[in-house]
């Protein structure tokens, strides 16, 4: 069996046969899966009227249990964005009844953000959904496979990681 990485590869020994192109075989194809997938995932945000930061946000809310409630600044970290980004995103979650402020009883100042039902209900049928492909793609290896590929995925990520 052949994919394009292996096409690539032939391409590029033959036309830098000084260079090791080793690495395409593997980081190649983790980029072109990177691609494929996340058209897999803008497919399922579309079926559920959402866009990728909207799935980032809501989901950092609904991983943070009931009540659903983060502050801002937990928000920016789980989601790498900057405050002015953040508090647009808010907003226009808010906008779209998704999301409420709230304020925070722990911080005179400060607000929390918290899902509202319809945000509790969109990012769960999302989530659902979003595995269920994701498992699909998947079912071309084993589980044994599954768990040896996402360990070595794992030890290539930390580094990255830890630079954030």
Do not use: C
């Amino acid at each position: 069996m052949r994919d394009e990485v292996d096409r690539l590869v032939v391409a590029w020994e033959k036309e830098r046969p000084d260079l090791d192109v080793l690495p395409l075989h593997v980081l190649s194809r983790v980029s072109r899966l990177a691609r494929h997938l996340d058209r897999a995932r803008r497919a399922v945000f579309v079926a559920h009227e959402l866009e990728p930061w909207e799935f980032d946000v809501l989901t950092a809310l609904r991983r943070a249990g009931d009540p659903y409630q983060l502050s801002p600044g937990r928000l920016l970290r789980a989601t790498l964005v900057t405050s002015g980004t953040m508090t647009n995103r808010i907003d226009r979650l808010a906008a779209a009844g998704l999301v409420e402020r709230h304020p925070d009883p722990a911080d005179k100042r400060g607000v929390l953000v918290r899902l509202t039902g319809k945000g509790l209900t969109r990012v769960d049928a999302a989530f659902a959904d979003l595995l269920a492909r994701e498992h699909a793609i998947l079912d071309a290896l084993a589980p044994p496979d599954r768990a040896t590929l996402a360990s070595l995925l794992r030890t290539l990520l930390i580094p990255f990681d830890d630079e954030s």
